[in-house]
């Protein structure tokens, strides 16, 4: 085909016609918020901690939750340190404690709350600003005595017979709602603060982890 004259398709063209895929662009279902700020280059290392830290400060002072990336669990273990050196409360969340990352990313969105997060991805829990009643409720079932199976059943919705989940689920609907009301006035303070902020200390190697840090605070 290469050699024909005229309109003659290529036969990458003609295979590109054949599977062709149209392609839709499908807007967010609210309106993009989120403000995404340039880069900022410093000239030592030294530097650039310190003025991590006295935007991680800035902001928290002000009530509004921070998200801090890094790339690694060293990197997230300095930055502990300095926080601490600072009198600044929060919570560290790589490989070290796997067991309890799902509490601390549901509550990533609370007033003043700072977390620090190493290659941080969806990890299967939404921040929620103010909180996360579902990850409340559930903390407070395990502090009444219920045991873990006992807890996973408490948002399950199969049918069943049997009274230990048919109670645990009637308690747990209790809780949320208790916590879900107490949570609206936080989140409204959260929001007047600004929202969740978040901080790239350095980007990854893949973009992709860069865009989905970027995305909490969508």
Known sequence: LSGMTGTAMTEQEEFSEIYRLDVVEIPTNRP????????????TEQAKYKAVIDDIVEH????????????????????????????VKHQV????FHEKEAQIVAQAGRKGAVTIATN????????MLGGNAEHMAKADLRREGFSEELVAESTGHADTE????LAVRRRYAELEAKHKEAIREEADKVRAAGGLFIVGTERHESRRID????????
């Not at 993009?32 to 000239?43: A, F, Q, S, T, W």
């Not at 939750?65 to 890094?70: A, I, N, S, Y």
């Not at 941080?120 to 921040?127: F, N, P, V, Y």
């Not at 865009?211 to 969508?218: D, I």
Request: glycine letters at 10%.
């Open 93 to 96: 969340l790589n490989a070290k």
């Open 32 to 43: 993009m918020i989120r403000e995404d700020c340039p880069d900022v280059v410093y000239k």
């Open 60 to 87: 928290h002072e002000k009530g509004q939750p921070v998200l801090v990336g890094t790339i690694t669990i060293e990197k997230s273990e300095l930055l502990s340190k300095l926080l601490k050196a600072r009198g």
């Open 120 to 127: 941080m991805a969806g990890r299967g829990t939404d921040i």
């Open 162 to 165: 049997d009274e230990d989940i």
């Open 211 to 218: 865009n989905q840090l970027r995305g909490r605070a969508g």
